[in-house]
């Protein structure tokens, strides 16, 4: 499947900041014809070129490196591929770039081509598969507070400690805990990319993966409920916690968590991904590409370092000379 421009036949795709379909070639706006391919999904729909170096195991959205259309593998989003949910991006590609240049640029021992033209041009934007779960929990928590008076009487300080029971039941409904689906994307990466605005969710279309490239999910969702179930547990422990205040000190005793599965959605959420080779190792960078949270850690150039320190040393260096020097002359 690819998306033409009725205008001039361009491929047409999905534009993060006019939040519409845009033709780059002729400017139209939601001018789009979607074109379902009957051919191989080993070959591109508008070239013929062959697809299998970008076409993976779970790949369901790719560029053409022949023309660079963007193409979405139909029977790859269909039947239970068929993604309930999607957040559009927000982000334009510029912004992404943008953004990275803000946070890492100025960094002094980042290498020199870290965010070259050349190489952040290599920028692109992915759909990551999520599944997002919907819990109610009711929990019950047991510990001891203690708090603390002190007071003088004539010459002798004293110090009282009240020991309390603490008592906690508490239900709570979580909706839309997220878990990426995707093994090509680490894990990691994927929780500091949060928070979205799943606010922004809409029904899942496929005209907004135009542009972007995307992969299925790669685990189902029972073997992803244990991370979600895992999210939910800290969540709880954390309102039961902001529950107690007045104490001293609080020791927890037990806590019982029962959390009943709800509901899940098969979700695809926009990531901006940047990698930077340097020196044989790959460094990935994240941008949310609704939030612009940026996420990753830079290289150091070694040569930086010892130009840094070389040049510190030789101000040291000249500044004790000149000290030495006004010493003389004063004496």
């Not at 690819?2 to 001018?31: E, Q, R, S």
């Not at 590409?289 to 150091?300: F, L």
């Amino acid at each position: 499947m690819i998306f033409k421009c009725k205008n001039c036949g361009g491929n047409i795709v999905y534009n993060p900041d006019k939040a519409t379909m845009c033709c780059p070639h002729c400017d139209g706006l939601d001018t789009e014809e979607k074109l379902v391919s009957t051919e191989s999904i080993r070959t591109c729909a508008n070239c013929g070129a062959p697809m299998d170096s970008v076409v993976l195991e779970h790949t369901f959205a790719t560029k053409c490196p022949n023309c660079g259309t963007y193409t979405i593998l139909d029977e790859r989003v269909a039947d239970k591929y068929k993604p309930d949910l999607i957040l559009p991006f927000r982000v334009s590609k510029d912004k992404a770039i943008s953004l990275l240049r803000d946070e890492f640029g100025r960094r002094v021992f980042t290498p020199s081509t870290f965010l070259n033209n050349a190489s952040v041009s290599k920028i692109e934007g992915t759909y990551v598969p999520f599944f997002m779960y919907d819990y109610d929990t009711e929990s019950e928590y047991y510990g001891t507070g203690t708090k603390v008076r002190s007071w003088s009487s004539g010459d002798y300080e004293y110090t009282e400690t009240s020991y309390y029971d603490i008592h906690r039941v508490m239900d709570a409904d979580f909706d839309k805990i997220p878990v990426d689906a995707s093994d090509y994307m680490d894990d990691t990466y994927m929780d500091l990319m949060e928070p979205y605005a799943y606010e922004g969710l809409e029904d899942f279309e496929e005209k907004y993966m135009s542009g972007f490239l995307g992969e299925k999910y790669n685990r189902s969702e029972e073997e992803l409920a244990s991370r979600a179930e895992n999210k939910v547990a800290s969540a709880v422990e954390g309102l039961v916690n902001d529950s107690i205040s007045g104490y001293a000190t609080v020791t927890k005793k037990s806590m019982e968590i029962q959390s009943a599965k709800k509901n899940v959605d098969y979700a695809l959420l926009p990531v901006w991904e940047y990698i930077f080779r340097y020196r044989g190792n790959d460094y990935k960078f994240h941008v949310n590409g609704q939030t612009g949270k940026v996420v990753g850690k830079t290289p150091v150039a070694k040569d930086k370092v010892a130009l840094y320190g070389l040049t510190v040393f030789g101000l040291i260096t000249l500044i004790g000379s000149m000290l030495r020097l006004l010493l003389a002359v004063v004496m």
